[in-house]
């Protein structure tokens, strides 16, 4: 999709997955971006590391 040799979403009820297996800089990323939203959206709970 992002090289051009595919296309993107055709209608607004597609998905387009990215299956980002073995990059750990990933994953950081995204538990970054998931803990920013539940701070905006007022959800989640804190848990006791020990």
Aim: charged share 25%; glycine share 14%.
């Amino acid at each position: 999709i992002v090289a051009g040799l595919k296309p993107g979403r055709e209608r607004d009820g597609e998905t387009n997955l990215f299956w980002h297996r073995g990059l750990s800089l990933s994953d950081i990323a995204l538990g970054a971006a998931m803990l920013a939203k539940a701070k905006q959206l007022g959800i989640g709970q804190r848990l006791r590391y020990t």
